[in-house]
């Protein structure tokens, strides 16, 4: 497990962890995240983005009190509207693994998911989430390295040729470690954070579109 925090406005946002499970070969990954809902005005930010202007968005969290807001719903987009040009959400969390070998040469296809599920909570509220579940298998007696990153996507602010790459969205967190194997077994060294995270060079506009319902999210 590698934890990470998220700030904004100069308060942390979020924390989560990057969550490996070694099982032969094999290698599971997913993200957990969750609100530090104890922190001094903490929900004063998820209101009012710390100006005293009520968001947009939070409309759907007002009854006779202001509720918090699912944040797996959040993640998975369901409070933002969609970008009907697009064909996708307009803003969402996704995770991206891609998997290199000794020769830093990429194996396989990136794996890639904006898939968020709850974890605890009740059905009115829950702080927690859970990306899905990514698997890379590994060869006997080899050696490589894994690279994870934690995107939040506002595809509504991106326009065609403009930086950064991420659908005018940006890295919240990012990690990447060297894995081995022996015959039977494969295991995880040191894991790392870069000051300035590498951009994932992902195609989003080519993943996103699905002809079938619902458009977005693909798992």
Known sequence: MNSFDVYWLGKRFLTGAFVFGLDGLKLSIHVKVE???????YKEIWNTAGNGIPLDWNRHFYHDEWLWPHLYKL???????????????????????????SMNKEVGKPQVSAKWSQVGGTKDISHEAKSSTFQLSAQPC?????????????????RPGE???EWAGYTLAYVEGSWET???QITVGKLSH????????????A??????PPSFPRP
């Open 35 to 41: 609100r530090p809902i104890k922190d001094i005005d």
């Open 75 to 101: 993640l998975n987009g369901d409070y933002g509207g969609e970008d009907k040009a697009k064909e996708v959400k307009n803003d969402f969390g996704a995770v991206l693994v891609r998997t290199f070998d």
């Open 142 to 158: 080899s050696t490589g390295s894994v690279r994870i990153w934690f995107v939040y996507l506002d595809t509504q602010q991106y």
């Open 163 to 165: 930086e950064p790459a």
């Open 182 to 184: 022996n015959k039977t």
């Open 194 to 205: 870069r000051a300035v995270p590498p951009k994932t060079e992902f195609k989003w506009e």
């Open 207 to 212: 993943w996103t579109p699905d002809q079938s």
